[in-house]
């Protein structure tokens, strides 16, 4: 990931060159010497670390039009036809110079034309005006604020923090919300910090003098059908996209890496990567393969699978040792991050990351998304709907799915179609009026209310169309997700490494969402359509595969394993006690006993609990000051 920063003083004062730069190197890799600067009078940009494709290093502007991007564009065979023209663009030019272009072209319409893992900032000499704007995910991370006249911009909030009067603050409402993973719609406008706030993803934002202008620039039509004849053309259709989805993110002057569990998602992305390099239709050097290689017996043991892999792709895959644990890098992880989104085994994370980079990798693609875009069950809504009986007959004995279940996940389908929010939100209190985040005696009081108000409030919007491209829209609008794709962003940038997902390619998941759910899941069988697609270039073994690696064990050793450290943080001089956040004296009486129930657990839920406690309690170490504390 590359970092960018920008300012514009409003009230014509000139930028300091010194200033510019002090907030450009709280951006991208730490130790990135490859950054570029332009300032014109009041307003200053910056760009750091790409490490992608060389073209990238060409100027970010010229008399008219200044561009600083973060990320990548997708389509750039098609925008430079309709471009090259008029504006002599060579097919090599950097990313950046060919947004410009399109801007010059189409003016702020150039972000509904551009597909890729993007977030820029765009300065308009002549109308003096700024564009910024996001993909269509939330890929890459996009937040500003305004102080003292100025308007600035970055893709870390460090870097906003190290500009005169930005506050480090914490956001209450958003830590709320983390609590609550992110149900409320407004915590995609928001960040960690009171001050500072996060551009939504699909988004543009336009800065003049006069004010700001928020739009939504580009929405996916779940009502959109395609249909064609028999399976197998679906199945083509679908690897089609996927190949397509591959290969755009391989685009590098550098090996890129694959991470390969041993599962369909991220072997259909090595095998089809390899396949690439094979026929040399593959736009970087070398593809690299790692895997998390468990003990043998484990429940994470997956080597059957990854040894099958590299026999059918003639290539090697690099194992990463599995372990326990992640205080040791928590801090460092929530710095860069700016969240206090923890995972219990960033132990193994780094190594892999450290790895990665030292092979001389820039990019890293993973399965991530593969099962919440691939594998849903709300089709069996549609065919109630519909009244294809035996087809749901047989579908739903194949998901394990009761007529009971069934029955109660089609009729809250049909209240979250028909009913009022108000009585929605009334109906979700009651049903989670027994487990909710805000009766749990760890927090403080006041907490708690903020919890209970933040679950009532808005959720995402309800869209059109069947049940199965409902769930598949919200599994790639959802905030929990919005913000777990900017902290893998940010995690892999540590490293001067992008992260992609090519599972959440914008043209791969609105025809998901067009074709009929029930040919997603052939037969009943969960990602039935992608196994067809990956017949011949799978190998058979992984494409037959219903199990999956369990992690859950070596997740609650974690606990054990760093429970000094934890107990430690959590303790008397936790920064969440004395900021009103959590009750300490209840919390410390109940650590001991979550420890040892954690020890003998089948699930990972009360583990998860504690690395939330510590991800919330880093966070506010790391950013929030003896300001903060008297506010």
């Avoid at 730069?21 to 570029?36: F, H, M, Q, T, W």
């Avoid at 332009?38 to 992608?52: D, F, M, N």
């Avoid at 003016?107 to 002549?126: N, Q, T, Y």
């Avoid at 990019?363 to 691939?374: A, I, K, N, S």
Wanted: hydrophobic share 40%.
């Amino acid at each position: 990931m590359s970092g960018v920063f920008g300012c514009w003083h409003l009230d014509g004062r000139p930028v300091s060159v010194a200033t510019l730069e002090n907030c450009l190197a709280r951006v991208g890799p730490s130790d990135s010497r490859d950054i570029d600067t332009l300032i014109t009078g009041p307003v200053g940009l910056g760009r750091k670390g790409s490490g992608q494709l060389d073209a990238e290093r060409q100027p970010l502007g010229d008399a008219r039009i200044a561009c600083a991007l973060d990320g990548r564009v997708d389509n750039r065979d098609e925008l430079l036809d309709a471009l090259a023209s008029r504006w002599a663009l060579e097919r090599d030019c950097a990313d950046h110079c060919l947004i410009a272009a399109a801007y010059r072209q189409y003016g702020d319409a150039c972000v509904e034309r551009i597909k890729g893992d993007f977030a820029f900032g765009l300065f308009d000499r002549d109308l003096n005006r700024l564009l910024l704007a996001r993909d269509r995910l939330g890929l890459r991370p996009l937040c500003y604020t305004s102080v003292n006249g100025s308007f600035v911009f970055a893709s870390e909030a460090k870097a906003l923090h190290a500009w005169p009067g930005v506050s480090t603050a914490p956001d209450d409402v958003m830590l709320a919300d983390f609590v609550l993973q992110f149900l409320s719609s407004d915590s995609q406008r928001r960040t960690f910090f009171r001050d500072i706030h996060s551009l939504p993803p699909a988004h543009a934002l336009i800065v003049t003098t006069t004010g700001v202008t928020l739009r939504r620039y580009f929405e996916f039509d779940t009502c959109r059908e395609v249909r064609f004849r028999d399976f197998r053309e679906y199945a083509c259709a679908f690897h089609e996209l996927f190949v397509a989805s591959v290969r755009r993110r391989l685009r590098s002057a550098h090996p890129v890496a694959v991470s390969v569990s041993g599962g369909l998602d991220s072997a259909y992305i090595f095998c089809v990567a390899q396949d690439l390099v094979r026929r040399q239709a593959a736009p970087c050097p070398a593809v690299l393969g790692f895997n998390y290689s468990g003990d043998p017996g484990t429940p994470s043991d997956e080597r059957e699978y990854v040894d099958a892999i590299e026999r059918s792709c003639g290539a090697s895959i690099e194992r990463i040792a599995q372990r326990p644990g992640f205080m040791e890098f928590a801090g460092d992880e929530v710095w860069h991050s700016e969240s206090p989104l923890v995972e219990g085994l960033a132990r193994q994370r780094q190594a892999m990351l450290n790895r990665v980079s030292a092979l001389g990798a820039t990019r890293l693609l993973t399965g991530h998304w593969g099962d919440q875009v691939m594998s849903d069950s709300d089709y069996l809504i549609d065919l109630c709907r519909t009244c294809r009986w035996r087809s749901l007959r047989r579908h739903s004995r194949a998901w394990g799915m009761s007529s009971r279940r069934l029955a109660i996940r089609f009729v809250e389908d049909v209240a979250s179609r028909r009913l009022p929010s108000g009585l929605v939100r009334t109906a979700r209190r009651l049903r989670r009026r027994g487990e909710g985040a805000w009766r749990s005696p760890w927090y403080t009081d006041r907490f708690r209310r903020l919890l209970r108000e933040r679950f009532e409030d808005e959720r995402l919007s309800q869209v059109g169309g069947t049940s199965h491209a409902r769930a598949i829209y919200q599994q790639s609008r959802r905030g929990y997700h919005v913000q777990c794709m900017e902290w893998n962003a940010r995690l892999a940038a540590m490293h001067g490494i992008a992260i992609a997902f090519p599972y959440l390619d914008g043209d791969l998941l609105q025809f998901l969402m067009a074709i009929p759910g029930d040919i997603q899941s052939h037969d009943g069988v969960p990602r039935g359509l992608m196994r067809e697609a990956m017949r011949g270039l799978v190998p058979d073994a992984v494409v037959t595969r219903r199990s999956k690696g369990e992690f859950t064990q070596l997740a609650n050793q974690s606990i054990e394993f760093d429970f000094s450290r934890i107990a430690d943080i959590l303790g008397p001089t936790s920064m969440s006690v004395r900021l009103g956040y959590v009750d300490g004296p209840v919390l410390w009486r109940l650590l001991d006993e979550w420890r040892a129930t954690i020890r003998g657990s089948s699930n990972a839920r009360l583990a998860n609990r504690v690395i939330d406690l510590c991800g919330m309690e880093l966070l506010l170490r790391r950013f929030a000051g003896p300001e903060e504390e008297l506010a």
